[in-house]
């Protein structure tokens, strides 16, 4: 039950992004590239000092490799078959230039569905992250659920301003962000099904948490933060970075 309330609480801080975009408008690029770069900086750490010796340690070497690798494979499987908008291509970050005439109520409907939809698909395997590391101890599991959860919040400005820009209603703004946020805590519910098999399962499911998790720093974190203001990124990263690192020892 405590996994769910924390996995709950890192999913739907989706909505804070949209709830962020309803009052004060689009954030500077300089404090999304910080955001960005910091939970990158949280997942690095965990899934290097944390989850993959913890998977050896429950598993073996073979276990870790192959877990890993399906964690990155079922990111790449996503990407491919349902990409969801990166924050840094996103319209919303500059609605107010928008030319009305370029950015058509259905167009940026369109793309705001496209975008909610996979990011919920994506939040699965989140959840199973989140649940692996608390299999492991509580306070990995906590630290898995807080990254995931600043992950969260632009992943929800990216759902909330193509919606915003296409006429959607403030509230159908928070319900839409909201509910891609609960397919977290719905794939941590699936994974205590399955972590109450074996040690070993639980080892594999631990490096397959950390091979997800890399998959988005490298592919969605560091880039898009970059794009934003790459030394804000990389402040934000070494300071993830490290508050990880302190936090797991």
Do not use: W
């Amino acid at each position: 039950m405590e996994s769910l309330i924390y996995s709950f609480f890192a999913g739907t801080s989706t909505a804070l992004g949209a709830i962020f975009l309803m009052f004060f408008g689009s954030p500077g690029k300089k404090a999304m590239a910080g955001l960005l770069g910091f939970a990158g900086g949280i997942m690095i750490a965990v899934s290097v000092f944390e989850l993959m010796p913890s998977s050896l340690e429950l598993g073996s070497m073979l276990v870790l490799v192959v877990g890993f690798l399906l964690g990155c494979l079922l990111m790449l499987l996503l990407d491919k078959f349902m990409p969801h908008a990166h924050l840094s291509e996103s319209s919303h970050l500059d609605l107010e230039n928008v030319d009305p005439k370029i950015l058509e109520t259905r167009t940026a409907l369109r793309t705001g569905y496209l975008i909610f939809l996979g990011i919920a698909l994506h939040n699965l395997p989140e959840g199973l992250a989140i649940g692996a590391g608390l299999e492991a101890s509580q306070e990995l599991g906590i630290v898995i659920a807080l990254a995931i959860g600043l992950h969260n919040i632009p992943e929800g400005l990216a759902v909330a301003g193509p919606l915003k820009a296409g006429g959607t209603s403030n509230l159908r703004l928070f319900l839409f962000t909201l509910a891609a946020g609960l397919m977290t805590p719905i794939g941590t519910a699936i994974g205590l099904l399955v972590f109450s098999v074996s040690t070993t399962l639980i080892g594999g499911s631990l490096a397959f948490a950390a091979g997800a998790m890399m998959y988005i720093v490298n592919d969605e974190l560091i880039p898009q933060s970059n794009k934003m203001h790459s030394h804000m990124a990389n402040a934000g990263l070494i300071g993830g970075l490290l508050i990880g690192f302190v936090m797991i020892g």
